[in-house]
């Protein structure tokens, strides 16, 4: 496993993180607590230890699953979770106010049974909140010592300068990967000119990126909402990720990995990528991601992959 300090903290995290939004249970299909719990030991016996969840995840499902795997393995991971998006039934609600942000930090502390979060993030601009007001509140918390460090996440440029006015932040998690670069045209050279850190999620597109999809799939489980979130599963979409997918599996036959390997790998070997956050329902899953920190592909099939993706993103209809 590769190790990177995310942004000019002493956070020193795996170049793989584990994203759990599929432990909330509520948009992945369905998935058995344990195995998560499983999962989660595993990419920590893998060398990954940042583990990002996030109350909206089950609406506090994913945090209680995360907290009762590190129960006796806190000092070896890294906590990152958010504020200011919250479930109301299948709606995700978008609130920043000073008391919703207090309430949520003291939620997640309890669901994830620690003292204090290493990152907390802002999951989603709040159009409604002045983010001043936001700002205030979560320094009073980061004094009280509810929390390390303060990022954000899927925050444009303007708004990254804005907040940065205002208080430290020391990184972003933006959606990134083969079928989706668009943060490549600015906030990337932004992140990178103020040494902050990026950590990608998505990584997978939801999971087409695996490969292992014969025919497009049909998410009918009330429980699985991830073709409204990745759009790539569309009818209109399917057939133009298919050149890459076929790169993805040829280029993963000659270095006897898999594909969705080689899309992490291309995706932690970008610039500004600190790491990129994948989700595993198993131990077996949990342990391949982890190792696709451990190979090194080639620059021709960096140059390949990424002509690939800019090919097929330019006939995406998204």
């Not at 994203?19 to 607590?33: E, L, M, R, S």
């Not at 802002?122 to 001043?132: A, C, F, K, R």
Request: glycine fraction near 6%; proline fraction near 4%.
């Amino acid at each position: 496993m590769k190790y990177r300090y995310l942004g000019n903290s002493n956070l020193k995290i795996s170049a793989v993180g584990l994203g759990t939004w599929a432990y909330g249970n509520d948009t992945f299909g369905k998935v058995d607590d344990q195995q998560s719990i499983h999962a989660i030991r595993a990419a920590v016996d893998s060398g990954i230890n940042l583990v990002d969840t996030a109350p909206a995840y089950g609406d506090g499902h994913a945090e209680e699953v995360v907290g009762k795997a590190i129960a006796e393995i806190r000092d070896k991971v890294i906590i990152a979770t958010k504020c200011g998006t919250h479930r109301d039934g299948p709606k995700y609600i978008r609130d920043l106010s000073p008391k919703r942000i207090r309430k949520d930090i003291e939620d997640s502390l309890r669901r994830l049974n620690i003292e204090q979060i290493d990152l907390y993030q802002i999951h989603w601009p709040d159009p409604d909140t002045p983010l001043e007001e936001s700002v205030e509140e979560l320094l009073k918390l980061k004094k009280e010592g509810k929390f390390k460090y303060l990022g954000v996440c899927n925050f444009e440029v303007e708004l990254m300068e804005q907040i940065s006015e205002m208080t430290d932040i020391i990184s972003l998690q933006p959606q990134y990967s083969l079928l989706k670069r668009d943060i490549e045209a600015k906030i990337l050279a932004y992140l990178i000119e103020n040494n902050l850190g990026a950590l990608s999620y998505g990584t997978l597109g939801g999971g087409i990126l695996s490969g292992k999809y014969k025919e497009r799939p049909q998410f009918d489980d009330e429980k699985d909402n991830r073709a409204g979130f990745y759009p790539f599963f569309k009818k209109e979409n399917w057939p133009q990720t298919q050149s890459l997918i076929s790169l993805l599996k040829e280029i993963a036959e000659d270095h006897n990995q898999t594909p969705a390997q080689i899309a992490i790998n291309w995706s932690i070997n970008r610039p500004g990528i600190t790491t990129a956050l994948v989700g595993a329902k198993n131990k077996k899953q949990a342990r391949e991601n982890a190792a696709a920190a451990d190979f090194e592909l080639s620059e021709s099939e960096m140059i390949a992959l990424t002509h690939e993706s800019d090919k097929v993103i330019k006939n995406l209809n998204i």
